[in-house]
Nanobody, 115 residues
């Protein structure tokens, strides 16, 4: 079993920045993928960014150039640096880990971008 604990959400003005963190604990194999999804009110959950244990990265087109995903394998932690935030980035952000064919989800952290 894998547990994911997210932190770093909150309220920020348009153009501002936030950094999300997610620490994974439990039974994790070495080659796992970590990432972030988000779900806005009334919308489906969508991929924001993901990173493999080897550092391969994928971003959603809507966040390219503004968000940066990184991970610390020694700490089993993934980060999402979000810059130039827009109102449309408002959503609950979920940490996600895929390990040995099984997906795990965090409880989510709310990011609100508003003046």
């Amino acid at each position: 079993q894998v547990q994911l604990v997210e932190s770093g959400g909150g309220l920020v003005q348009p153009g501002g920045s936030l950094r999300l963190s997610c620490a994974a604990s439990g039974s994790i194999f070495s080659n796992y993928v970590m990432g972030w999804y988000r779900q806005a009110p009334g919308e489906q959950r969508e991929l924001v960014a993901r990173i493999t244990s080897g550092g391969r990265i994928m971003y959603a087109d809507s966040v390219k150039g503004r968000f940066t995903i990184s991970r610390d394998n020694a700490k089993n932690t993934v980060y999402l640096q979000m810059n130039s935030l827009k109102s449309e980035d408002t959503a609950v952000y979920y940490c996600w880990v895929a390990d040995a064919g099984v997906a795990y989800w965090g409880k989510g952290t709310l990011v609100t971008v508003s003046a």
